[in-house]
């Protein structure tokens, strides 16, 4: 069987796009047209999504937010007592995002060709549905428990999203700060300092060394800029690149966690992380061996990951969470000991839950405090910069005045 990507006009004249599965392309056109449509162009898809002989993928990047929204309205409509085929149809139809609705085609296609259940269709597109959603997903068709699990991974997505975008959107302003500092001092070097030159020459004596340093640097960025650019581009994708190896991302992530301030910042957001996964999978009744080893993939930070093979073993041969959480030394006693708590008073899912919360408002204040360090900082570096550049512009005209005087 094999996935094409179609494009279709419907009977209103309105363009759609989509994917479907079928034998052949014959029996795919036949499809578009059993629906009413009347296909443009189809074509077979690779295995990935990618389109034969096309670069372009009909499943682009979905966001955590439209992700809680859909695991919400689908729990509504299998509430409200609609097959899960037909809750997917409607949902599709509704779907502002494009790739989220090419998703929900494909998906319902699986389960009306091929059957079996909507975790094994989700499972299919491991880039839009993450090993928690598709575990907590089948934890709920196996229980039957569907539509409280899907607002079980509703308020764990919208949670997620929520600390996410907090996090960024504080250091939005430090990184404007830096960009427009960069691109002032690029000004600087680049269209302000050559005209200076001149001048400086017409002096008809030797420049301080501040100055001549400063025209010097100046005149590479003028005649030299877009290599600069190129080259401080192919070193970001370089460190990317590099980084993306697992030796070195480990090392770099054990760094990270020891540099002061960011270290902590980051593994608050882990811990919070790590609570509310561990906590929603255990409270939709997913069994503590597989909620911890589906836990671990959600992990961000490879270090504090690399952990979890032993905590699985460790609670696998029958000792306590708690006790397995403490050895790595990794963790606060806060976690160490309510978690012990929640394992002896049979809450544990509950407490983990209050324990992403209190390490989420940690977070967020962790991360206000450090904008309130990073902004000022920021700005102190930027004046510093500029007011070197003047003081080596200002040299030489001292130097002419003192002489006269």
């Keep these: 069987m094999q996935v094409f990507a179609y494009t279709a006009v419907t009977d209103t004249g309105t363009r759609t796009r989509g994917t479907l599965r079928s034998q052949d392309r014959r029996e795919a056109l036949a499809q578009i047209v059993s629906r009413g449509m009347h296909p443009l162009l189809v074509e077979a898809v690779a295995d990935d999504g990618l389109a034969k002989g096309s670069w372009r993928s009909p499943f682009r990047r979905v966001k955590t937010r439209e992700l809680a929204v859909f695991a919400r309205q689908l729990a509504a409509l299998l509430k409200a007592g609609l097959p899960?085929?037909?809750?997917?149809?409607?949902?599709?139809?509704?779907?502002?995002?494009k790739a989220l609705k090419a998703v929900l085609e494909d998906i319902g296609d699986t389960l009306h060709q091929e059957g079996g259940t909507l975790a094994d269709a989700m499972g299919k597109h491991p880039k839009v549905f993450s090993a928690v959603f598709q575990g907590l997903v089948r934890a709920g068709e196996e229980g039957g428990n569907l539509v409280e699990v899907l607002s079980n991974v509703a308020e764990y997505l919208g949670k997620s999203a929520k600390l996410r975008g907090q996090v960024m959107a504080a250091f939005v302003y430090p990184a404007f700060i830096m960009l427009m500092g960069t691109a002032a001092v690029f000004v600087l070097m680049t269209v302000v300092i050559p005209r200076f030159q001149e001048l400086f020459l017409s002096f008809g004596q030797q420049l301080p060394w501040p100055t001549r340093m400063l025209l010097a640097v100046s005149g590479f960025l003028g005649q030299w800029w877009y290599l600069v650019l190129a080259g401080s581009g192919a070193a970001v994708l370089s460190l990317v690149g590099m980084f993306r190896r697992p030796a070195l991302r480990l090392r770099a992530d054990r760094v990270l966690l020891r540099v002061p301030m960011l270290g902590q910042l980051l593994l608050k957001m882990?811990?919070?992380?790590?609570?509310?996964?561990?906590?929603?999978?255990?409270?939709?009744?997913?069994e503590i061996l597989e909620s911890i080893r589906v836990t671990g993939q959600a992990v961000a930070n490879r270090f504090v990951g690399q952990t979890f093979p032993e905590l699985l073993k460790a609670v696998?041969?029958?000792?306590?969470?708690?006790?397995?959480?403490?050895?790595?030394?990794?963790?606060?006693?806060?976690?160490?000991?309510?978690?012990?708590?929640?394992?002896?008073?049979?809450?544990?899912?509950?407490?983990?839950?209050e324990l992403a919360d209190i390490y989420e408002d940690e977070t967020e204040r962790?991360?206000?405090?450090?904008v309130k360090l990073v902004e000022p900082l920021?700005?102190?570096?930027?004046?510093?910069?500029?007011a070197a550049i003047v003081a080596a512009i200002m040299l030489p005209v001292f130097e002419i005045n003192t002489m006269v005087d």
Excluded: H
């Design 84 to 97: 899960v085929v037909q809750a997917l149809s409607t949902l599709r139809k509704q779907c502002q995002s």
């Design 270 to 286: 882990e811990i919070a992380r790590i609570c509310r996964t561990l906590g929603t999978l255990l409270k939709s009744g997913v």
């Design 366 to 370: 962790a991360v206000g405090s450090a």
């Design 378 to 386: 920021l700005i102190v570096i930027i004046g510093g910069v500029v």
């Design 316 to 353: 696998a041969g029958g000792e306590p969470l708690a006790a397995a959480i403490e050895k790595p030394g990794i963790f606060p006693p806060m976690l160490v000991n309510l978690v012990r708590t929640g394992e002896e008073t049979g809450e544990l899912p509950a407490m983990l839950s």
